[in-house]
């Protein structure tokens, strides 16, 4: 454990991302102020963030809503920086898009704002998404990299089931991006592709079950080909941007393109216990448009991943062994 480096916020510390990157965060020498949501008729298990090596010296837990932007304020006084990975996630389509968007627009410019006020912030990693910039609506795009944003008009023109997590992580990004050139906040983003590997909370991880569809004997593949990125690798990148001497703008975080063909050799091959559907219906399957998804500019500014296809399935998929999902 090294020495104390300062104190950072990590905003929806129960989630799959924030509670990992809190777990390195203090590994790195940080403490570590995190928010979780109040729910009184069902207490967030926090056992696993409290037992985390470091955590009774340095890690505090407060409660925040994004309902209630000005909830996040006391989290927040007296850090360094803010990760802000909380987001309203509905891949289920069973909340209204535009009430998503209000509440995540509203809430990160309500914790931009507490950033701004404390005086002590230096600078915002903002967990975004490749669904912000991964459905322009050209299909003659090629490679698609940081200059490129979705088409809001296309997304609610084709309104698909999970399109409404796509366009609520396009207009905060922006939104958040403008708000800190207009108020001199140092703010990056990082927009990383499915996150895959193991997890220390204790619920099934969302883009775990998505990306072990097959594992999980799930029908719904409508997300293949896709792109990913080993959590670690994330949590690695969060924690370079944010010490990075000057970072600006977006940042494109995925190392891994994974075709349905690939996950079934995969699966085939090392875990013949699942019943994975047969190669020749597979072949049947049309599946997402294919795109090249470029994350250049953060290898061009020093960073490097760590690890690849076969770790960070082998990873999940024994980590949802030892949890009992699979």
């Not at 990157?21 to 207490?43: D, F, H, Q, W």
């Not at 209204?96 to 002590?120: D, F, H, M, P, Y």
């Not at 991880?205 to 997300?223: C, P, Q, R, T, Y």
């Not at 940042?251 to 020749?280: A, G, H, K």
């Amino acid at each position: 454990m090294e020495e104390n480096k300062g104190k950072v916020c990590v905003t929806g510390g129960t989630g799959y991302i924030a509670s990992w990157l809190i777990m390195r965060l203090l590994e790195n020498g940080y403490a570590v102020n995190t928010t979780v949501r109040s729910n009184p008729e069902n207490k967030k298990d926090v056992n696993f963030l409290t037992s985390l090596p470091g955590a009774t010296q340095n890690l505090q837990i407060f409660k925040a809503d994004l309902g209630n932007p000005e909830s996040f304020d006391s989290a927040i006084q007296g850090c360094i920086g803010v990760f802000h990975v909380a987001a309203t996630i509905d891949l289920e389509g069973k909340e209204i898009e535009e009430i998503v968007t209000k509440t995540s627009i509203n809430a990160t410019l309500g914790i931009l704002r507490a950033c701004q006020n404390s005086k002590t912030v230096k600078r915002v990693v903002y967990t975004s998404s490749v669904s912000a910039v991964a459905s322009s609506g050209n299909k003659d795009d090629q490679v698609v990299d940081e200059s490129f944003w979705s088409n809001i008009d296309f997304l609610r023109a084709r309104n698909r089931l999970r399109d409404s997590y796509a366009i609520s992580k396009t207009l905060t990004e922006k939104a958040a991006l403008e708000f800190a050139e207009q108020n001199g906040i140092d703010v990056v983003t990082i927009l990383p592709s499915l996150v895959v590997g193991p997890f220390i909370c204790p619920k099934l991880a969302g883009s775990v079950h998505v990306a072990l569809a097959m594992a999980f004997g799930n029908k719904d593949l409508n997300w293949y080909p896709l792109h990913a990125v080993h959590v670690e690798d994330l949590a690695r990148a969060c924690l370079f941007l944010f010490e990075h001497s000057n970072p600006k703008g977006r940042y494109i975080c995925s190392s891994e393109f994974v075709t349905i063909e690939r996950m079934y050799e995969f699966l085939s091959n090392n875990y013949p216990e699942f019943e994975v559907p047969t190669i020749d219906s597979l072949r049947e399957f049309k599946g997402r448009e294919k795109y090249d998804l470029s994350s250049k500019k953060l290898l061009d500014s020093g960073f490097r991943f760590k690890y690849g296809f076969d770790e960070m399935f082998d990873e999940a998929i024994q980590c949802c062994k030892e949890k009992g999902y699979l």
